[in-house]
């Protein structure tokens, strides 16, 4: 019952809400390198490396599911060749990223690391936060009838 009341969000509204956070914070975070710290920074260029790579992840994430749910049916060829690709393609880019970031000088890999994982990080605390909102406005409303 109690989750019942929450309004599903739209998928798409959430990968659109995602990239834009993430768009913000690496903005931020160039801004914050630009006036404090040096330029040519390692952390800075893994950082921004790794949150593109997330980025991407998310969209790919995105088109994966979007075959199963625009033809609703599931287990089709079509949508496992899809998902598989997209999962195949996601994997390569991030070892492909930390193969280069262990190799050379200027990419740091613990900010590789931290940039890749920001884009579902903020995806489930945005998501977190939409369900906390929606069921204590549902229930608002549910005691005041």
């Given at each position: 019952?109690?989750f019942?009341a ?6 798409f509204?959430q990968?659109?809400?995602t990239l834009k ?7 931020l975070f160039?801004i914050?390198c ?5 330029v ?6 893994g950082?921004v490396?790794?949150m593109?790579i997330?980025a991407?992840?998310?969209v790919?994430?995105?088109i ?7 033809e609703r049916q599931y ?7 899809c ?6 393609l ?8 930390i ?7 200027w ?14 990080v903020?995806s489930?605390v ?11 406005g549902?229930t608002?409303?549910l005691?005041?009838?």
């Open positions: 019952m109690f019942g929450v309004k599903e969000r739209d998928m509204e990968v659109i809400r956070l993430l768009s913000l914070i690496a903005v160039l914050c630009v006036l404090f710290f040096d040519s920074s390692c952390i800075k260029n950082f490396a790794g593109a997330g991407i992840n998310t790919l994430t995105y994966g599911l979007s075959c199963s749910l625009v287990y089709s060829k079509k949508h496992m060749v998902n598989k690709a997209t999962f195949l996601r994997w390569t880019l991030i070892i492909a990223l193969f280069l970031a262990s190799r050379v000088d990419l740091n890999i613990y900010a590789v690391f931290i940039g890749v994982i920001m884009a579902p903020i489930f945005d998501f977190g936060v939409a369900v906390v909102f929606n069921c204590r549902s608002r409303n005691e005041n009838k």
